[in-house]
């Protein structure tokens, strides 16, 4: 109960970036206490984290792929497109398999185009942005249960993967708004975790749906209208309680505004719903941004990957294709633990470049027992090497977008990195279907072993980030002297090059 009531004292600093000893003077203390910390984070969990998780359900179901943050565009055929195909769509429109290709990438090809949407979370409040972005891929979906030959399919398929794309990387950022560095790890976790229980969740709802029948429409018809109907009723709930920033939060009272406001690690008087283009340039000029988006081109073609040849390796152990896609599952529902546990940990003593060598060599592991033993009939090691790759490789990408998050200077800054992570590091989609031919199935050498390397490059270089974050916090602290962690920094005026910011290594 001690540790509950004690208080954290909380400055906040007016710094001029050209004399750290201003920051003395201009120091206001704000005290916080413990409980009420507890009690603010409690409500963000109950009012906030939840409507994001469900709206990134309805995304992966509206999609057929998770958002653009997590690892495998392939993940797009075990999504509504891909179960409405099986109930006749591509039979029905007359589209062939080069054709069908073409359904495909239409979709995900925008989608990485117009990821860079992600700063419109900064100029618009977010319930009115979030509700129109669910009002427009709602009903893009179910346009899609109406369409009559390939081209209005294609052109609904872009049009959710535009609209798609402004939320997809935005979620993260977006909770970053609300919690501390310390805190967001979790959360962010927790989010990308609705991935796997989407995929059960869409794939049991598509069974019901294909198996409803009507005298004159289709059933892939129904599944398009059926998924993409609850995200247009959906958006009401969004627009009458999704806050658009801790400090106008209306289930909060205005003296909980203020205290949800001053408990975060940074504080920005940038305008209000404006982005500060000295903000977005000093993102896009920041070297750190580009380890980290590289760091995420690796993560993802590596789950990309895996989401490909996965279920046919296990196939090919002598199961059915069926009993392979459910034998898949175990690993995926495991990585999700593994990445829960590190982001509990990460939050609890930071170390989160440690954290993404540590399992970025776990999956190194793994890819390497695929890539070397190629004895179908060594079904332990194989598969062992299937449980390595997974749960390595996903808890490194949740850990690395909260890592950039964590270190950016300022709400523009921290849009400019995440599209700048989103856009590019989600190009490696593209490349993983290329080293995976199905005339090297179902061992994949070369895929494996490039996932291999990959995976190490990844352990490389969150390693030499680790390094220089930390070794620049070291810097500032025998020129400017240390600093706690309940300080809160202005970072208006030079983001995380203010003399107090400390680097989350």
Not at 288 to 294: D, G, L, M, Q, R
């Amino acid at each position: 109960m001690a540790a509950v009531k004690k208080e954290n004292s909380l400055h906040l600093e007016n710094v001029q970036p050209e004399s750290a000893g201003d920051v003395e003077k201009n120091e206001q203390p704000v005290h916080v206490s413990a409980t009420e910390e507890a009690y603010i984070r409690k409500k963000f969990d109950r009012r906030v984290l939840p409507i994001v998780c469900i709206l990134y359900v309805l995304s992966y179901l509206d999609r057929g792929m998770p958002p653009t943050i997590t690892p495998s565009l392939e993940l797009i055929s075990a999504g509504n497109i891909g179960n409405a195909k099986t109930a006749g769509l591509d039979r029905d429109l007359g589209i062939s398999d080069a054709q069908w290709a073409w359904v495909l990438n239409a979709f995900y090809i925008c989608y990485v185009l117009f990821e860079w949407t992600t700063v419109f979370w900064k100029l618009f409040p977010a319930h009115i942005y979030v509700t129109a972005l669910c009002i427009c891929w709602g009903a893009a979906a179910m346009c899609a249960g109406a369409v009559d030959n390939m081209a209005e399919l294609i052109v609904c398929r872009c049009l959710l993967g535009v609209f798609e794309a402004a939320f997809g990387a935005g979620a993260p950022y977006f909770l970053s708004l609300f919690y501390q560095r310390r805190e967001l790890g979790f959360r962010v976790s927790i989010l990308l975790g609705m991935s796997p229980v989407a995929n059960c969740f869409a794939s049991s709802l598509a069974y019901g749906i294909t198996h409803i029948r009507h005298s004159t429409l289709e059933s892939w018809r129904f599944l398009f209208i059926i998924e993409g109907a609850p995200t247009v009723l959906f958006a009401i709930a969004v627009f009458l309680f999704l806050p658009d920033s801790p400090g106008t939060a209306k289930f909060l009272t205005e003296s909980e505004q203020t205290t949800a406001a001053e408990r975060l690690h940074t504080v920005d008087r940038t305008a209000k719903n404006r982005l500060d283009s000295r903000q977005v340039l000093a993102g896009l000029a920041d070297s750190k941004n580009y380890v980290h988006t590289a760091i995420h081109f690796c993560c993802n073609f590596s789950f990309a990957a895996l989401s490909n040849f996965l279920p046919t390796i296990i196939q090919h152990m002598g199961y059915t294709s069926v009993n392979a896609q459910g034998l898949s599952a175990p690993p995926y529902l495991v990585s999700f633990l593994c990445c829960v546990a590190a982001a509990l940990f990460s939050d609890r003593y930071g170390r989160r470049g440690l954290v993404i060598v540590v399992f970025a060599t776990v999956g190194m592991a793994g890819y390497l027992l695929l890539a070397t033993i190629q004895d179908e009939s060594r079904v332990g090691p194989r598969y062992l090497g299937v449980w390595l790759a997974t749960c390595g490789v996903f808890p490194a990408l949740c850990i690395n977008i909260t890592w950039l998050l964590n270190n950016q200077g300022g709400d523009s800054k921290k849009g400019a990195g995440m599209a700048l992570l989103a856009v590019f590091g989600q190009c490696s989609s593209f490349v993983s279907s290329t080293v995976f031919p199905d005339s090297e199935g179902p061992i994949y050498v070369r895929g494996c072993a490039v996932g291999c390397a990959l995976t190490g490059c990844i352990a490389l270089m969150a390693g030499g980030l680790y390094v220089k974050l930390d070794y620049e916090n070291r810097k500032r602290d025998r020129l400017y002297g240390p600093v706690t962690d309940d300080v809160r920094i202005d970072v208006t005026a030079d983001g995380d090059a203010n003399p107090r910011f400390r680097y989350l290594v």
